[in-house]
Nanobody, 121 residues
Framework: QVQLVESGGGLVQNGGSLKLSCAASGDIDSIHGMGWYRQVPGKQRDLVAFIGGTGTPTYPNSVKGRFTCSRDHARNTVDLQMNSLKPEDTAIYYC???????????????WGQGTRVTVSS
């Protein structure tokens, strides 16, 4: 089994900061990429930040310059530092990882349970 556990969501004022953390555990052979998506009820889940094989984070323009994603390969964790938060950043944030399990040649996508971020205006 593989599990992704997120932490760090909450309520913050416009312009404030929050840090999200995600830890992957279980029978993991290797993690090819980790990152964050977010979803507003009734809308699609959108990319927020992702670190793949190159090690360079990818961000959409909506968060570039405000959010910073970092990975700790030894601990199988990924963090998202969110600064200058805006009300439109309000969403449920999901951790995602591309994981190859021990004994498997396949890489599968795994999701965390989600953590709510609310930015008040």
């Amino acid at each position: 089994q593989v599990q992704l556990v997120e932490s760090g969501g909450g309520l913050v004022q416009n312009g404030g900061s929050l840090k999200l953390s995600c830890a992957a555990s279980g029978d993991i052979d290797s993690i090819h990429g980790m990152g964050w998506y977010r979803q507003v009820p009734g809308k699609q889940r959108d990319l927020v930040a992702f670190i793949g094989g190159t090690g360079t984070p990818t961000y959409p323009n909506s968060v570039k310059g405000r959010f910073t994603c970092s990975r700790d390969h030894a601990r199988n964790t990924v963090d998202l530092q969110m600064n200058s938060l805006k009300p439109e950043d309000t969403a449920i944030y999901y951790c995602q990882a591309e994981i190859q399990r021990r004994g498997s040649a396949l890489t599968n996508i795994y999701w965390g349970q989600g953590t709510r971020v609310t930015v008040s205006s």
